[in-house]
Structure formats: C-alpha cells, structure tokens
C-alpha cells in the first residue's frame, strides 16, 4: 500500500481493523456490490497481498513435494488476491468514478508486483521440477501434467533458470522492451492528436452523415472553436478511427482524404516521436532474449506458449489464405473501379488508397440497401436472449434461467442468470451487463469471470466451487417506450461474449488452474466465442431468433439474405489486410535480422507488394503505428486473429457437413462440442481438442468458404 501511514494497522501490521467490515475482502458466494466504495479498495488489496505473500514465503520455505502442499496452497492464494483484485477490476470498467480509478492506480503496482514475484520465484520453480520428476507424477490426470508443464515453461519464459549477470542481463532486458512499448504506444498516440483537419466550408464535409458530423463539430468545440455546430461548422477531423474512418469512407472530397490518409500512414515516423528507432531496439532485445533461453528468434520462443506448433505452420496458413485471397481481392478492386467509373468519377483509371474506403462503402451501399435502423425492431433484447439461450439449450443440452435477484448487482440494469445441465443439476451462473453507459463503463464487449470452476478452492463440505461469469455489452439501451433495438453487430457481439462465457461455464475441469478458460494458449482462445457468432449467420436460427417486437413477425427472408451475403462483402480484400499484418509481424519477429542492412520499412515493403493488390505508397510507415506488435502484446502473434478464425470456421463446418437441417446430427454435434472444446479446457492441448471434436486437425477450407474465398 502506497499510503500506509493513514491507514490504522494491527499491532502485527498485517491486519487493517477497518478490514472487518470491508464488503471487497468479505464476501463468500458473491460480492455486495452496491455496498462497495472507493475507499474499500487499498484496505482490502492491501490485506490480500499482506496474507498472499506470507503464504507465497512458507511455501518456498517449506519446499512441498506434493500436488496438495503445493500447487493447491498455490492455487488458492492466487484466487484469493483474485477474490479481492478481479472484483476492484470489475467495479473499475463498470462503475468507473475518479475516486474510484484512482484507489485502483494506487493499489495496482503491489499487484503487478506480487505477480512478478510469483512469475519469478525460483523456489516455486524448483518445486514444479520436483513434482514433474516425483513419485506422485505417474497418477496425474493430464489437467496436472498441463499445469506443471505450463507454470515451467512460463517460468523459464521469465527467466527463473538463469544465474548471476545472465539473470540481471535478462531482466534488464525485460525492462526496457516493457519501457520501449510504453514510449511506442505514447508516441503513437501524441502524434495522433498532433495532426487535425479543421474545415469551415460546407463544402468540405460533403457526403460526411449526421453523426460524424456531429462527432467533427464536438471536436472543434473541444478545439477552442465555440459555438461549432454540426450543420455549420467548423468542423475538426482527426487521426483517431472514429473521426478518420468515417471520413475516409464518405467524404466526398478526395483531396481531403488523401490529406487525411497520408497523415495517417505516416504517424510517429519523424522528429521527435520517430518510432523507428524504437522498432529496431525492440526487435534486437526481442532477439537477444530468445536466444539467451535457447531459441533462435523471438518467434519461436514465443510459439512455445500457443497452439500453432511452429512458424512453418503459421506460414503455411498465411500463403494458403493470401493465394485464396489475391484472385477476390482483384475482383473487388474492379468492382470499385466500375462503380467509380460508372458514376463518372475522375479518378476511377487511376484509384489511390484514399478512395478504396470510399467506393468501397458506395458499393455497400448500392448492394446492401439494408441499414441497422431497418434491422434493429426485429432484434429487441429479451428476444435475442430467448434465441441465444435456446439455441444453447438445443446444442449443449443446458437451461439457462433467470434468477434476478439471487445474487448482488452493481446496477439495476444488471440481470443473473443460472445454468442448469440436462438433468437440472446447476453448473455456473453469470451476471449479464448490457447497455451502454459512457459515464461509467468502459467501452466494447467482455467476458470476464467472478470465479471460475475448483475443487481447491470449494467451500467447506463441498466437492467443488462452480464458476460465475460476467458478460459485459456497451448495447443500445431501452428508452421509455421501447426495449433495447440490437443492431446486429450487437448481436454477434452478445453471441461472442456468451461463447467465451460457455466455455467459463461449461467446464468439468476440477483443477482450477487448467478448468475454462485458464491454461489455454491464446491463439486458440477465440474459438468458442467466434464459434457462437457462426450461427448468427445460419437461417433457421436467424429465423428463429429474430421477431419484430411490436408485431411478432419473423425478420423477412430478403432481408435474411442480405444478411448473409453481406457476410462475405470484400472479405478477399479484408483477409489480404490481415494476411499483410501477420506476415509482417512474423518476419520480422522471425527471418528479419535485426542487426543487418535491412531495416525493418524495407520487410514492410516487401511483403506488401508481395500480398496486397494495391500497393501502399513508398512513404508509408504505419509500422510506426502497429501498435499491436510493438506495445500491446501481439509481437510475433497478430496471425492469431486468423488462427482462431480457422477453428471456429472449421468446427462450425461440422454442423455444416453433417447437415444444419439434420436436428439430431445438430444435437449429437452439439453435444460432442460441449463435451470437448467447452468442457476440457486448459486440461488438453487445444490441438489435442480440437481433434476430440472434428476427428482431425484444422483445415481452412470452411473459412475460405464463408469468407466467399472458394
Ligand atoms: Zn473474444
């Protein structure tokens, strides 16, 4: 704790007699939410840490050689800083207040350190050793073996093995790639806000909607223009991709947007906030570190951790979408081409990247006339929620039942929710956060878990604890005389979130470590969730799912087909874009050297004008400002995005197969589902699982087809 000195202690300083009433440390089967305040938070972290790091130090004194003296004392000494932190965090990005955020900043650094602690401790490695090398290995189940494997692979990772200067070396390293990406990101982010358009012409913000022009004008006010209004401006355009997409897709005048669009492509790449040096500094240090544990690039060290067995396989499947890819890429960009010229647009001989977005949107237009307001009465909440539920019902054989007022809520808009198997046994709850609310909640969808599924830490007298999930949405709220309209994205967005939910929920995993989601590598974390969105997609379910909420009628099918042809509009160009990024990524975590005449613009270059159909200019940078692998945790892992894709395709491609009209196959798959993918968790290998469920290993054939690739 940062302020001890206000704080009463105990007489053994470890106890804060304010912590007897604390509803952040004392709750049991849920939290109390609405009694929950700001200043609750240090007390109560202060004291979880004080009695985790005590247990931590007996443990590495006491140096257990068995599964029940010390990964389950483990265990529940995470869940308890879990118990305590995860709720904090929760309240934090639902019920944000400044006194609220700021208690929070304070407490967070004796977390990250407690857990760099934990990451770092040799005599917890030593421990893991021993036991993988015990007499009690052989009985293992294989969730045991994975979370020992795991926890020593992670703290190699971290350099527990090391000795002496290597261990100091390795450390410092770790520092100044953690200090390169904070630079990387504040640099991005600076020369953002350095660049905007201010515009007093009407003319200039012709063919802009309502409500960027809106956003443009609340930015010039924000800019010292009072008085700016919507419809007379001035109006303020920046870099940031709620102001510079929608301009990029509807203003009218094109040398506007390739002011905008050269502005952008060359963000944090000269003066001050040059992020080129940067780049190089983070690749030698990436490349020094893998080879100070043994591998040759960063690349490979960093694959160890996923489900991708090596970089020939994330190479493999990069060329075969590219090539897949190119011939619809092509076509789209004829497309654009023809619509320009039929329009009678100059530049329709001579299309640059600032009029792709454009024209790309105009065709939208022209062959989707569907818009989110004609969609939205067809998907009121309470309905959606009945087909999300009883399409999990009808797969996994699970009932999902209200059950407000069961448990706490942080605020009245909240619903629970319990989850009961086919024999009416309840497995898992979860609360339900839907609408949006600026003022408080942080922005986008999440899934995030209260608890999750354990037998170490079960209550006493129980065999095992049960998970509770949070499903967090930033949808349209009701207003007085209607329920919330869903736009669809909202909705695939509720069906991703859930998916991510079920896998929390349906686990039968009992070691707490390898059950639901935890222990499962990351670039195959995605695939219950985008899983689920698949059957936005499937017309008996969409059928099903969506009704007119005043009149009851179905969603009509022309609109149910333009649905899902709007599925593959432009995918060859937006899978090319990908492609291009993991390519990128991969080769300069990989075969780039970083020490050598190529600089890493040259690789950005290269693979470009092997992959995209249109070219970048020979000025741009926007390495300078992919964010993604040089600050946010994607070095050597954007390919991710479109390894999870290929799971979820392929696994849906099952149910394709089989026949989606077939009900029995639909169920018998669905079954197998649940039992594999949702119920073993971190327990197996994700390739190892994947193959329980689809008999082989992944193809992207069924991604290609739904991407309209084949
Ligand atoms: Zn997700």
């Not at 930033?474 to 509720?494: A, I, Y």
């Amino acid at each position: 704790m940062t302020d001890t000195a206000k704080k009463p202690h105990g007489p053994d300083g470890t106890a804060c007699p304010d912590n007897d009433n604390n509803p952040l440390l004392n709750w049991t089967e849920f939290p109390d939410f609405g009694l929950i305040e700001p200043r609750h938070v240090e007390p109560a972290v202060g004291a979880a840490l004080t009695r985790a790091d005590a247990e931590l130090s007996a443990l590495e004194a006491a140096k257990p050689t068995g599964w029940d003296d010390l990964m389950a004392p483990l265990e529940r000494l995470g869940d308890r800083v879990e118990h305590v932190w995860g709720v904090a965090g929760h309240l934090n990005a639902v019920r944000n207040s400044v006194p609220l955020r700021e208690a929070y900043q304070r407490a967070q650094p004796n977390v990250v350190q407690f857990l760099h602690r934990l990451g770092q401790s040799r005599g917890l490695f030593d421990g893991y050793v021993g036991l993988r090398g015990g007499n009690e290995y052989a009985g293992y189940d294989g969730a045991r073996r994975r979370v020992l494997d795991s926890a020593v692979r992670d703290a190699r990772l971290a350099g527990v093995d090391l000795d002496g200067a290597a261990r100091e070396r390795f450390l410092a390293i770790g520092k100044e790639l953690a200090d390169l990406g904070t630079r990387f990101q504040n640099n991005v982010l600076d020369a953002t806000k350095a660049f905007s358009l201010t515009l007093k012409d009407p003319d200039e913000i012709a063919g802009l909607p309502a409500t960027a022009r809106q956003l443009a004008a609340q930015a010039a006010v924000a800019a010292g223009n009072e008085g700016a209004t919507a419809d007379a401006g001035p109006w303020v355009i920046t870099l940031d991709a709620p102001s510079f997409t929608p301009f990029m897709q509807h203003a009218r005048r094109r040398d506007l947007r390739e002011k905008l669009y050269r502005a952008f492509i060359t963000r944090a790449s000269a003066g001050p906030l040059d992020n080129l040096p940067i780049i190089r500094r983070s690749l030698v240090l990436s490349r020094e570190k893998a080879n100070m544990l043994g591998y040759g690039t960063y690349a490979e060290m960093s694959l160890t951790r996923r489900m991708a067995p090596d970089v020939a396989a994330v190479e493999k499947l990069l060329l075969r979408l590219r090539d897949a890819a190119r011939p619809a890429a092509l076509r789209d960009l004829a497309d654009l081409r023809e619509l320009a010229r039929q329009a009678g647009a100059a530049e329709a001989e001579n299309l640059q990247n600032w009029d792709a977005t454009f024209w790309a949107e105009r065709l939208r237009e022209k062959k989707f006339r569907l818009t989110d307001e004609q969609l939205r009465p067809y998907f009121p909440l309470p309905g959606v929620l009945d087909g999300l539920f009883g399409l999990a019902e009808r797969l996994f054989d699970i009932r999902v039942r209200a059950a407000d007022g069961q448990a706490p809520i942080w605020h009245p808009d909240v619903r629970f929710f319990r989850v009961a198997d086919g024999a009416g046994r309840h497995v898992a709850s979860f609360y339900l956060d839907p609408y949006s609310r600026p003022a408080e909640k942080r922005g986008g969808a999440w899934m995030d878990s209260l608890y999750g599924r354990s037998a170490a830490c079960a209550a006493p007298g129980r065999r095992v604890r049960l998970g509770v999930a949070y499903i967090c949405c930033n949808q349209t709220p009701p207003s007085s005389d209607t329920p919330s309209l869903m736009s669809f994205d909202e909705v695939l967005t509720l069906f991703h979130e859930f998916g991510h939910a079920l896998q929390h929920m349906l686990t039968r995993v009992d070691c707490g470590l390898a059950a639901g989601i935890n222990n499962i590598e990351w670039d195959a974390v995605e695939l219950a969730s985008q899983f689920m969105e698949n059957w936005c997609h499937d017309r008996p379910t969409l059928r099903g799912l969506a009704r007119h909420w005043q009149t009851g009628k179905p969603l009509p099918d022309e609109m149910i087909d333009s649905l899902i042809a709007a599925r593959s509009f432009r995918e060859g160009s937006a899978t090319l874009r990908q492609v291009n990024f993991s390519m990128i990524d991969m080769e300069l975590y990989h075969r780039h050297d970083p020490a050598g005449q190529d600089s890493p613009l040259d690789v950005q270059r290269r693979i470009a004008a092997e992959t995209l159909v249109m070219p970048p200019l020979p000025e741009d940078r926007f390495l300078c400002s992919f964010s993604h692998i040089f600050a946010g945790g994607y070095s050597a892992g954007y390919y991710s995005y479109k390894w999870a894709a290929v799971l979820s395709a392929d696994a849906f491609g099952a149910f394709e197969e089989a026949g989606l009209h077939d009900e029995q196959a639909v169920r018998k798959l669905g079954r197998r589902f649940r039992d594999t993918v949702l119920a073993l968790g971190g327990s197996r290998h994700p390739m190892e699982v994947f193959k329980d469920f689809r008999g082989r290993e992944p193809q992207p054939e069924a991604l290609l087809r739904h991407s309209g690739l084949v």
